[in-house]
Structure formats: structure tokens, C-alpha cells
């Protein structure tokens, strides 16, 4: 569709502009604008509408003063439940830590130190968040720390990203992939073993070509979602523990894209820590989406390599390869992931953020063949 007057732009490339100062919102429309760049408009009268919560008519004055205004009650209108909604269950306070890089810090010299954070300030003042660096003893920078509302976090998680790339292009000059590999120019962390790296696959080796792996490691599709007011829940299900938390993961990116397109080219490492059972899931999760937002990398079929369950850490491989949308399908963008309503099943107890239940007693039937669910 072509830009007519009266249209207003909301948001380039899924980053909203409504509530920015004048200022801010043309260095974000002038960083953001490109050659194919995602527009989504709305016409001025909608907007208004959408503003003050009262309906704006599209007529010239002439034809308003031969007809009479309807008053419509505010319960009616369309955006009314928008407006004057509560608080939902969804919205929770949360904490989301985003790497730097994989098994890399940061060591900034202090004017650039003092523009990173004012940049992780004014974000943070956009969205209604706390974003800081998170730093290790010699003063490296790990990790950006967001904590805010769950909903406020998946909005700017990909403005984090972005924010996090461009240091890393002026700084070291990475791109594309490449940067994220835990060169020594970003400061390599000692005996890190490089979780995150893209690495392309050798269809001349026997061991490591796209067909013996895929004889290794079953492609499989278990899982299936289930609709939430603002979130998608990924339910999946293995012969083992370690295979469900391998199928949610998989679950994940088909729900990006469809997998069946997504070809064996490449792999990459991920590893993740927990507390318990549920962050453990979570930060497996949060791994590989992470991945995604800095590599676009997609993993078809997910491979667990360890998994202790009395350390609480797991270490996973995926293959396949990077979303191209001139050859995939896009599908629905997740932003982050939430605990919210996460579960995990055992053929005993069912583990919720409630607390462990007997799975007997909370009625939840085993699947055949099925024992593990997350």
C-alpha cells in the first residue's frame, strides 16, 4: 500500500515510535530506515480515536453540519477493553540477562563505558525498565541486565540486541556472524569452549555431513501449542527428560518457522545453568533464542549432549541453519521467554512455579510411551 496524507507511521522495523520526544524519534525512524523496511500505519482519525478514547469522524465539516453526531457509548467502542484494561496475569516483574557474546566480555574504555550506559539509560526510560551492564571483577561487561514487567522486557529485548551490535560493529569492526565468535579482540573468558558459534557443517566428512547427523539425531516434531491472552505456550513431550526439554526448543523455532524448510547446514553449541528444573528450561530456552536474535541462526532438530540433572546444567547442539526470508516462511517473532504457567512432567510429580504435586493427584494422565513433558 502507498503512504497517503493523513496516514501515520507507528512503528518501523516492529519498533514502536508512539511516546517518542521529537528527538529520539528521528534518530530511531533515521537508524531504522532501510530498503525494505516494515512500515505499519494507521490513519491520523484512527489514531486519535485510539488516544482519547472517542470515536473521531472521517467527514468534511459541510458533512457534519447536515448530519447528526450519534453518541456512542464508550463501553462500545472497539478499543475500549485496550484502554481501560487491568493489569493482566501476564504481566509479571521479570529479570532477563542478554550476553554480550558467547564465552566473551567486554572491557570499554570509560567514554565509551559512559555512552553505553546512557544509551541502556534511555532505553530503559523508553520502556519503562531498568537496563544496566552486568560486569564481572576486572570490570568486563558480561551481560545487559533487564528488569522490569515481563511484557516491557520482550518489547525492548530486540532494541537491546540491535544497541549490543552496533557496539559491537564500532568497536571491533565484526560482521555478520562473525562477530559473535569470541574473538580475543572481545576478550575471551578462560577455558571457554565457544557455545554460540555458527559453525558450518563439512558434507565431505563423513561424521560431521548434514545426512549422518540427521541418522543420529532424530528429527522429530513433538509438541504443539496452546493459545495464552499475550503469550504462545509450547508444549512438548519425550522418552526422556532430556528429549522433551530438546522438543520445546524445537517447538520454539518451528513457531518462528516452519522447520520442514530449514535445511542441515550448520550447528551451534548452547549451555545453561538453574536453579531448578523450571529455570534450567528456561535459560536452555533463553540460550537459543538469544542465538537467534544475534545469528539468526535456526535449529530443525536439537541434540542434547549432557545433562546433569543433580548440577543443573545442560549442554545442547542444534542443526540447521540461517533464516533467509527470501527462502522461509515467517512466522510469529518471539521476543523473550517467561516462566509463566511453565511446567515440566515427570512420570511421578508435576514441577509448576505453584511448587512439585504428585502427578497422580493432579490428575495429569502419562502418555503413552511418553513419560517426560515440558
Known amino acids: 500500500p502507498k503512504l497517503t496524507v493523513g496516514d501515520v507511521i507507528v512503528s518501523i522495523g516492529g519498533t514502536p515510535l508512539i511516546g517518542l520526544g521529537e528527538e529520539p524519534l528521528a534518530d530511531t525512524f533515521r537508524s531504522l530506515f532501510s530498503d525494505g523496511a516494515r512500515l505499519l500505519l494507521v490513519e491520523a482519525t484512527e489514531l486519535e480515536s485510539a488516544k482519547t478514547g472517542k470515536p473521531v469522524s472521517k467527514m468534511r465539516p459541510e ?35 542478554i550476553p554480550v557474546g558467547r564465552g566473551t566480555v567486554w572491557m ?33 561487561i558480561q551481560s545487559v541486565k533487564l528488569a522490569g514487567l515481563s511484557t516491557s522486557i520482550a518489547a525492548a529485548r530486540p532494541e537491546v540486541v540491535q544497541l549490543l551490535q552496533f557496539y559491537r560493529q564500532r568497536e571491533w569492526g565484526g560482521d555478520g556472524g562473525a562477530q559473535f565468535g569470541g574473538e580475543a579482540a ?93 529455570d534450567l528450561l528456561y535459560h536452555l530456552l533463553d540460550e537459543f533464542l538469544v542465538v537467534f536474535g544475534t545469528t539468526l541462526h535456526v535449529s530443525r532438530c536439537i541434540e542434547i549432549l549432557e545433562f546433569d540433572e543433580d548440577a543443573l546444567c545442560v549442554r545442547a547442539r542444534g542443526y540447521g541453519e540461517r533464516m533467509d526470508l527470501q527462502k522461509h516462511e515467517q512466522g510469529t517473532e518471539i521476543k523473550a521467554i517467561t516462566m509463566h504457567m511453565m511446567r515440566i512432567l515427570t512420570p511421578d510429580v508435576v514441577v509448576s512455579e505453584n511448587g512439585t504435586v504428585d502427578r497422580v493427584n493432579s490428575g495429569e494422565e502419562i502418555r503413552d510411551g511418553f513419560p517426560h513433558e515440558a
Not at 450519534?70 to 487491568?86: C, D, G, K, S
Not at 563505558?113 to 576486572?138: H, M, R, T, V
Not at 563439512?202 to 555431513?209: I, Y
Open 63 to 97: 458533512q457534519q453540519d447536515e448530519e447528526e453526531e450519534e453518541e456512542v457509548p464508550i463501553e462500545q467502542l472497539a478499543n475500549y477493553e485496550l484502554l481501560h484494561r487491568t493489569k493482566s496475569s501476564h504481566e509479571y516483574d521479570a529479570i532477563v540477562k
Open 186 to 278: 572481545l576478550g575471551k573468558q578462560d577455558n571457554a569452549e565457544d557455545p554460540g558459534v555458527v559453525k558450518p557443517l563439512d558434507p565431505a566428512n563423513a561424521e560431521t555431513s548434514p545426512s549422518k547427523i540427521l541418522d543420529r539425531v532424530e528429527d522429530l516434531r513433538q509438541f504443539q501449542y496452546h493459545d495464552h491472552t499475550a503469550d504462545i505456550i509450547v508444549h512438548s513431550w519425550g522418552r526422556t527428560r532430556a528429549e522433551a526439554f530438546a522438543q520445546v526448543c524445537t517447538g520454539m523455532f518451528n513457531y518462528m518457522t516452519p522447520l520442514d524448510m530449514i535445511e542441515v547446514t550448520s550447528s551451534v553449541e548452547v549451555e545453561a545453568t538453574g536453579r531448578d528444573l523450571l
Open 108 to 140: 570499554l574504555d570509560t567514554e565509551v563505558l559512559a555512552s553505553f550506559q546512557n544509551d541502556l539509560l534511555i532505553l530503559g526510560q523508553k520502556f519503562g525498565l531498568s537496563a544496566e551492564p552486568q560486569c564481572q571483577g576486572d570490570g568486563g
